[in-house]
T-cell receptor, first 118, second 116 residues
Framework: GENVEQHPSTLSVQEGDSAVIKCTYSDSASNYFPWYKQELGKGPQLIIDIRSNVGEKKDQRIAVTLNKTAKHFSLHITETQPEDSAVYFCAASVLGLYSGGGADGLTFGKGTHLIIQP | DTGVSQDPRHKITKRGQNVTFRCDPISEHNRLYWYRQTLGQGPEFLTYFQNEAQLEKSRLLSDRFSAERPKGSFSTLEIQRTEQGDSAMYLC??????????????FGQGTRLTVV
């Protein structure tokens, strides 16, 4: 099955600086890579995703890059703010036999605790 | 609120008891997923439904676990004869299949189970 590795486990940056979180995946069939932000006591919230037919996607201060050859993808947050402090999870999904294009189940990394220092 | 709703938010039970959780997905979402999350870990996939059909089960889903989605809307996850190792956050997510590419999954707030 799919295996997703995420680094670092903890990342502390000064407010205003950039943060980068990296993930690798094992299954070359994976074609959907979402990133989730989880705050204490809440469920994961989708912040950005990327499909395998594109190499980069940006949404305001957040960007994700994908290198299919190397099987890794990264989350970039620029101009970090205190409210960016949370646990971030990367995930990968493989097209299923029955899905007709749907995500059968996401395999998550272990998470990165991002701390924004004021 | 039109997001994914889970009930209860917290459940404390004695070892050996049965528990049942409920998930109400976003209206018209045809896919519903159950995940389990333990402290300091990412969510782990348990099972998912497309409408009322349960299409995939993880190896994590032992025979003490059963999930249903009888009318293709809300879903229940039951754990029989609970064990301390079942203590975790149980997350539900839903998505709308279509367009030829995986659709984004929206998560609920989760049900935190503590087995004592």
């Amino acid at each position: 099955g799919e295996n997703v590795e995420q680094h670092p486990s903890t990342l502390s940056v000064q407010e205003g600086d950039s943060a980068v979180i990296k993930c690798t995946y094992s299954d070359s069939a994976s074609n959907y890579f979402p990133w989730y932000k989880q705050e204490l006591g809440k469920g994961p919230q989708l912040i950005i995703d990327i499909r395998s037919n594109v190499g980069e996607k940006k949404d305001q201060r957040i960007a994700v890059t994908l290198n299919k050859t190397a099987k890794h993808f990264s989350l970039h947050i620029t101009e970090t703010q205190p409210e960016d402090s949370a646990v971030y999870f990367c995930a990968a999904s493989v097209l299923g036999l029955y899905s007709g294009g749907g995500a059968d189940g996401l395999t998550f990394g272990k998470g990165t605790h991002l701390i924004i220092q004021p | 609120d039109t997001g994914v709703s889970q009930d209860p938010r917290h459940k404390i039970t004695k070892r050996g008891q049965n528990v049942t959780f409920r998930c109400d997905p976003i209206s018209e979402h045809n896919r519903l997923y159950w995940y389990r999350q333990t402290l300091g870990q990412g969510p782990e996939f348990l099972t998912y439904f497309q409408n009322e059909a349960q299409l995939e089960k993880s190896r994590l889903l032992s025979d003490r676990f059963s999930a249903e989605r009888p009318k293709g809307s809300f879903s229940t996850l039951e754990i029989q004869r609970t064990e301390q190792g079942d203590s975790a956050m149980y997350l539900c997510a839903s998505s709308l299949l279509g367009g030829g590419f995986p659709a984004e999954a929206f998560f609920g707030q989760g049900t935190r189970l503590t087995v004592v």
